[in-house]
């Protein structure tokens, strides 16, 4: 199915710039998108996910090794064939049992062969690409609580049924949901590196706008990819380009102290919160080609990195987003 042009998404600039860090800085590993029904979240993972230039996998690799070096020894590969492949976007259904996620003893095999072999999971098609979760509000806590655990260590540890198998698993978690359907928890709410809330577009021109780049989609999508290349190139040089520098951006004193007098001005528990903004900060500046992280991208980086992380206050009716921003500008100015 051809994605619609990441670069085409109208508006939803939070959700896109979320996307977009994630594409630069792989160990934000999770974004939560909460937002109402039919407002482009599935759109824009799949939209991003074919921005991104193919990806070089082993042929038959069942965890999208790069080279025949990485191809695990548990896997029946024998080729060392190369392909081309686009970026994996994987999708975990609700429901969808433990076993499905990280892979099991292939008990078909067993029974017909004899022989315990490990059956790869979900975490495996996805490695080196994204895991979407749809409603993930929806999902059992355990699972949740499973795949940031995989999401954030890189790698999938099976340990059962006489099997002891491990595996990278480096994919972006991206979770979406109506809040409306039930609530995550506060405990997996502060484990998504980035959050956004999205909703309906008010402004009667921006929504003729969605409806017409929509339809004009449907009606001849090629020509339609064809007007917008030009832009998902540059947006996709924009991001190789901010992953090669990233590790040169510097990150200075006064940044670190304002992350930290934000986080703790705001009462966000933990330090999560400080690493997140460092980590998208300096995913920001090389993604606009700056050479450290300054006041300027923590400001406009803080409500997607702190909102879901505060505590309820009764006493403020305010939206956590406005309360970030608000407190943003006590401290930062």
């Given at each position: 199915m051809?994605?619609?042009?990441?670069?085409?998404?109208?508006?939803?600039?939070?959700?896109?710039?979320?996307?977009?860090?994630?594409?630069?800085?792989?160990?934000?590993?999770?974004?939560?998108?909460?937002?109402?029904?039919?407002?482009?979240?599935?759109?824009?993972?799949?939209?991003?996910?074919?921005?991104?230039?193919?990806?070089?996998?082993?042929?038959?690799?069942?965890?999208?090794?790069?080279?025949?070096?990485?191809?695990?020894?548990?896997?029946?590969?024998?080729?060392?064939?190369?392909?081309?492949?686009?970026?994996?976007?994987?999708?975990?259904?609700?429901?969808?049992?433990?076993?499905?996620?990280?892979?099991?003893?292939?008990?078909?095999?067993?029974?017909?062969?004899?022989?315990?072999?490990?059956?790869?999971?979900?975490?495996?098609?996805?490695?080196?690409?994204?895991?979407?979760?749809?409603?993930?509000?929806?999902?059992?806590?355990?699972?949740?609580?499973?795949?940031?655990?995989?999401?954030?260590?890189?790698?999938?540890?099976?340990?059962?049924?006489g099997l002891s198998i491990r595996h990278p698993a480096r994919f972006v978690l991206v979770g979406s949901g109506n809040p409306e359907e039930g609530e995550l928890r506060p405990q997996l709410l502060d484990r998504f590196a980035l959050s956004v809330d999205i909703t309906s577009p008010t402004d009667i021109e921006e929504?003729?706008?969605?409806?017409?780049?929509?339809?004009?989609?449907?009606?001849?999508?090629?020509?339609?990819?064809?007007?917008?290349?030009?832009?998902?190139?540059?947006?996709?040089d924009r991001i190789l380009t901010a992953r090669r520098a990233l590790d040169t951006i510097e990150v200075p004193e006064a940044a670190l102290r304002d992350a930290a007098e934000l986080c703790m001005t705001l009462g966000a528990d933990g330090l999560r919160g400080e690493l997140t903004l460092i980590r998208a900060g300096r995913a920001l500046a090389a993604y606009e080609a700056a050479p450290r992280v300054v006041r300027d991208h923590l400001r406009r980086i803080a409500p997607i990195a702190l909102s879901h992380r505060l505590r309820r206050d009764p006493l403020d009716e305010a939206g956590s987003v406005t309360r970030v921003t608000r407190c943003t500008e006590e401290v930062l100015g």
């Open positions: 051809t994605a619609f042009p990441f670069a085409a998404i109208v508006g939803q600039d939070a959700m896109k710039t979320a996307m977009i860090l994630t594409a630069v800085e792989p160990r934000l590993s999770g974004v939560l998108v909460f937002g109402d029904r039919g407002t482009g979240k599935s759109t824009a993972v799949r939209a991003l996910a074919a921005l991104l230039p193919p990806i070089t996998v082993v042929r038959g690799c069942p965890i999208n090794s790069e080279t025949p070096e990485a191809v695990p020894a548990w896997t029946s590969v024998a080729e060392a064939e190369l392909k081309s492949r686009p970026t994996p976007v994987v999708d975990l259904p609700l429901g969808v049992t433990e076993d499905r996620v990280t892979g099991a003893l292939d008990i078909e095999r067993a029974l017909v062969h004899g022989e315990k072999t490990f059956q790869p999971g979900l975490l495996a098609q996805a490695n080196r690409g994204y895991l979407y979760i749809d409603e993930v509000n929806l999902l059992e806590d355990h699972i949740v609580d499973l795949l940031l655990d995989v999401a954030q260590s890189g790698e999938n540890l099976v340990e059962r049924d929504r003729i706008e969605v409806i017409r780049r929509r339809d004009a989609f449907e009606t001849n999508p090629d020509a339609f990819l064809a007007t917008w290349e030009p832009e998902q190139a540059w947006i996709r």
